[in-house]
T-cell receptor, first 109, second 112 residues
Framework: GIQVEQSPPDLILQEGANSTLRCNFS?????LQWFHQNPWGQLINLFY???GTKQNGRLSATTVATERYSLLYISSSQTTDSGVYFC???????????FGTGTRLKVLA | NAGVTQTPKFRILKIGQSMTLQCTQD?????MYWYRQDPGMGLKLIYY???????DKGEVPNGYNVSRSTTEDFPLRLELAAPSQTSVYFC???????????FGPGTRLTVT
């Protein structure tokens, strides 16, 4: 089955810093989403982005489906950005979402 | 519009007991999913459904059963609880695999 790997696994930032999170996948996909899991465990949709680029405030994401990766950019990080960031994909020809391993982000005040 | 709701929020089971985790969505989505998340790990798909009456296995289906008699409801059944099923369970729904999925708040289950 498709493999989804995220990097880095852990990231510590000072408030105000920028960061880039990466999601690599091993096969073609029909769907890709980025989620933020906050410290209370809630999963929050960030982007639905099977291809192209999207921006929402300080966050933006780019998926290059032909090269099998997606990037999540966080600018001017805030302590509320702390948590775990997951990407999830649906491999072409399937109905199943497969989650990546996650990037655990801690933003220090 | 409540989205995806899950009950209960927390539950403690003894080994061998059974229980049903409830999931309901009010968005008329055809696709529904059950995931488990073990501590410090990502989410793994247990079962999914593409519509009422149609279900299929995900990555980790052993020890679980599901049914989908209506579009709105997708209950997950644990028949003989084991400590390995201690986890947080998330339900999600989407209009299709080509659309974003929406998650419920989760059920934290402990089996002792």
């Amino acid at each position: 089955g498709i493999q989804v790997e995220q990097s880095p696994p852990d990231l510590i930032l000072q408030e105000g810093a920028n960061s880039t999170l990466r999601c690599n996948f091993s096969d073609s996909v029909n769907n890709l989403q980025w989620f933020h899991q906050n410290p209370w465990g809630q999963l929050i949709n960030l982007f639905y982005i099977p291809s192209g680029t999207k921006q929402n405030g300080r966050l933006s994401a780019t998926t290059v489906a032909t090269e099998r990766y997606s990037l999540l950019y966080i600018s001017s990080s805030q302590t509320t950005d702390s948590g775990v960031y997951f990407c999830a994909v649906v491999a072409s020809g399937t109905y199943k979402y497969i989650f990546g391993t996650g990037t655990r982000l801690k933003v220090l005040a | 519009n409540a989205g995806v709701t899950q009950t209960p929020k927390f539950r403690i089971l003894k080994i061998g007991q059974s229980m049903t985790l409830q999931c309901t969505q009010d968005m008329n989505h055809n696709y529904m999913y059950w995931y488990r998340q073990d501590p410090g790990m990502g989410l793994k798909l247990i079962y999914y459904s593409v519509g009422a009456g149609i279900t299929d296995k995900g990555e980790v289906p052993n020890g679980y059963n599901v049914s989908r008699s209506t579009t709105e409801d997708f209950p997950l059944r644990l028949e003989l609880a084991a400590p390995s099923q201690t986890s947080v369970y998330f339900c999600a729904s989407s209009p299709s695999p080509l659309h974003e999925q929406y998650f419920g708040p989760g059920t934290r289950l402990t089996v002792t």
